[in-house]
């Protein structure tokens, strides 16, 4: 069993193809034949010989090869296509995760009556234990690393990690990540296979690619299909989306499993599905390994992630933008807004201008921003493209940390995620209304959970009115429990509910 080439592939068939004539014996097809009455039949086996040649042909270039490189057809002894030993290579280094967790489960209406309570000596919610499993994969074989899920993993007192060939291990959770749905375990690293990383960047729809994991918790599967599309986001996860989407089947129970390349190696992390009942319909996602890597190595070092932030309010360029601002491109993320003593202030980006490209990276929109930056350590330096009246700029900005959040106590538990500033002169509302301005929230934290979005405006915190940030803060404080917030969005005011 081999890889070969596609070349090799034509050229070691390039004979029984020029031989071939169908419906016709050898020798009839190589001989010449002066009887003209057979020209139609003839003219329609040569039809069909080239039409079958061109799909086979078709076939083998739907995953077009690398500069440099060679598609990796795989072939047994007998010269059929397989992928056998790829995935001999690949399983041993996908697991199995079951976890165990206890909730509070509410107990039967009739139980509530004071009497029965006290008779029965039950409480008001009973502690149950529930079980769940997904899939991991082992990314370092030496240190024992296994990376999954974050929602695989949530809320677990016990995580156990089961190997392909049945052992058992006991995981220890190093850190996790709800933004990116990435968590990292370590197990005992003794006789572990480790699947390497690949470059999800040098991916490109069509490409081959096998899905590994544990579906409905009946036993390692494989599944294969092709990418289906890059760069996916807008799927309402409240989370840094930049997803692989593929049509290999991905199931309940595959969360946090392999999807690899035809070449062996780990180019996505198994995630969500869209589909009714929550089956397979086709459509599966998965973390690309740029953004796994990324996660991975700041929860090493720190056990957990640490954004930065940039210090703008960004939104896509659409056509009506682009016609009535005179944008010379449709790509990018146009600046709303600059917060006042940023990092992207000192860099010198200012309300208008359209970034690009930051760090060789291009920039699709303003969720491809807002996922490149969110990926990148505090205090590292990056380079910003931008475009400004028709011209290009390059930037050199450092990430900072996020700044303006309520500080301290129970105000920092419930709002924490969120940028809160005072309203200042730069913003197009100032004079009009006095509030609190969110510059930014970030995705599935406590703020943004409780329904706050970049862009709002808080007026008042339990019907007190507020124009500054210590103001708000001092009045949240004072708040034990509940407390509603009335916040402006766009035209429109709602309340918003903080527990």
Same mark, same amino acid.
């Given at each position: 069993?081999?890889?070969?080439?596609?070349?090799?592939?034509?050229? +070691?068939?390039?004979?029984? =193809?020029?031989?071939?004539?169908?419906?016709?014996?050898?020798?009839?097809?190589?001989?010449?034949?002066?009887?003209?009455?057979?020209?139609?039949?003839?003219?329609?086996?040569?039809?069909?010989? =080239?039409?079958?040649?061109?799909?086979?042909?078709?076939?083998?270039?739907?995953?077009?090869?690398?500069?440099?490189?060679?598609?990796?057809?795989?072939?047994? /002894?007998?010269?059929?296509?397989?992928?056998?030993?790829?995935?001999?290579?690949?399983?041993?280094?996908?697991?199995?995760? +079951?976890?165990?967790?206890?909730?509070?489960?509410?107990?039967?209406?009739?139980? !509530?009556?004071?009497? =029965?309570?006290? =008779?029965?000596?039950?409480?008001?919610?009973?502690?149950?234990?529930?079980?769940?499993?997904?899939?991991?994969?082992?990314?370092?074989? @030496?240190?024992?690393?296994? $990376?999954?899920?974050?929602?695989? $993993?949530?809320? &677990?007192?016990?995580? !156990?990690?089961?190997? @392909? /060939?049945?052992?058992?291990?006991?995981?220890?959770?190093?850190?996790?990540?709800?933004?990116?749905? $990435?968590?990292? %375990? @370590?197990? #005992?690293?003794? /006789?572990?296979?480790?699947l390497p990383f690949g470059d999800s960047d040098a991916l490109a729809v069509g490409d081959f690619v096998v899905a590994v994991g544990n579906p409905f918790g009946i036993g390692q599967t494989v599944t294969s299909g092709i990418v289906s599309a890059l760069g996916r986001s807008g799927l309402k996860i409240d989370g840094y989306e930049d997803f692989i989407q593929t049509d290999a089947s991905i199931n309940p129970g595959n969360s946090g499993g392999a999807l690899v390349s035809l070449s062996g190696e780990l180019i996505g992390i198994n995630t969500a599905i869209i589909g009714p009942g929550g089956g397979n319909v086709g459509i599966g996602f998965a973390v690309p390994s740029k953004m796994a890597i990324a996660v991975m190595d700041q929860l090493v070092e720190h056990g957990e992630v640490r954004r930065g932030r940039l210090g703008v309010v960004i939104q896509d360029v659409t056509p009506d933008l682009v016609q009535a601002l005179g944008i010379d491109t449709a790509k990018g993320a146009l600046v709303s807004q600059v917060v006042p003593d940023s990092s992207a202030e000192q860099a010198g980006i200012k309300v208008g201008d359209v970034i690009v490209r930051v760090d060789g990276k291009d920039i699709e929109d303003s969720a491809d921003l807002r996922n490149t930056i969110?990926?990148?350590?505090?205090?590292?330096?990056?380079?910003?493209? %931008?475009?400004?009246?028709?011209?290009?700029?390059?930037?050199?900005?450092?990430?900072?940390?996020?700044?303006?959040?309520?500080?301290?106590?129970?105000? &920092?538990?419930?709002? +924490?995620? &969120?940028?809160?500033?005072?309203?200042?002169?730069?913003?197009?509302?100032?004079?009009?209304?006095?509030?609190?301005?969110?510059? /930014?929230?970030?995705? #599935?934290?406590?703020?943004?959970?409780?329904?706050?979005?970049p862009g709002d405006i808080v007026l008042s915190v339990n019907r007190e009115r507020v124009s500054t940030v210590k103001e708000m803060v001092g009045v949240l404080n004072r708040t034990e429990q509940t407390a509603a917030l009335r916040v402006a969005r766009g035209d429109s005011a709602l309340f918003i509910v903080v527990r």
């Open positions: 069993m081999q890889f070969t080439s596609f070349s090799q592939v034509v050229q +070691s068939r390039r004979t029984s =193809f020029t031989d071939y004539s169908p419906g016709l014996p050898h020798s009839a097809a190589t001989a010449p034949c002066p009887d003209r009455s057979n020209d139609s039949k003839r003219r329609v086996d040569r039809l069909t010989y =080239f039409a079958f040649t061109g799909l086979l042909i078709a076939i083998m270039l739907i995953a077009p090869p690398r500069a440099g490189a060679a598609i990796p057809f795989e072939f047994d /002894d007998e010269g059929v296509p397989t992928l056998s030993r790829l995935i001999e290579r690949v399983t041993p280094a996908v697991v199995n995760i +079951s976890v165990t967790s206890r909730v509070n489960v509410r107990l039967n209406p009739l139980f !509530r009556d004071p009497f =029965f309570r006290r =008779f029965f000596n039950m409480p008001e919610q009973a502690p149950q234990q529930q079980a769940s499993v997904g899939s991991g994969v082992i990314v370092d074989a @030496k240190k024992g690393y296994v $990376i999954t899920n974050h929602h695989v $993993i949530d809320n &677990a007192d016990e995580i !156990r990690v089961t190997l @392909k /060939d049945r052992r058992v291990f006991e995981a220890e959770l190093i850190g996790s990540d709800p933004g990116t749905d $990435i968590a990292l %375990l @370590k197990i #005992n690293n003794e /006789d572990l296979v480790g969110g990926l990148v350590p505090i205090d590292q330096e990056i380079e910003i493209r %931008l475009l400004r009246d028709g011209e290009e700029n390059t930037l050199m900005a450092t990430v900072g940390a996020p700044t303006d959040r309520p500080s301290r106590g129970e105000t &920092a538990k419930r709002l +924490s995620g &969120a940028v809160f500033q005072d309203l200042g002169p730069d913003h197009p509302r100032y004079g009009e209304i006095e509030g609190v301005l969110i510059a /930014d929230v970030e995705p #599935n934290s406590p703020a943004w959970r409780t329904g706050l979005r």
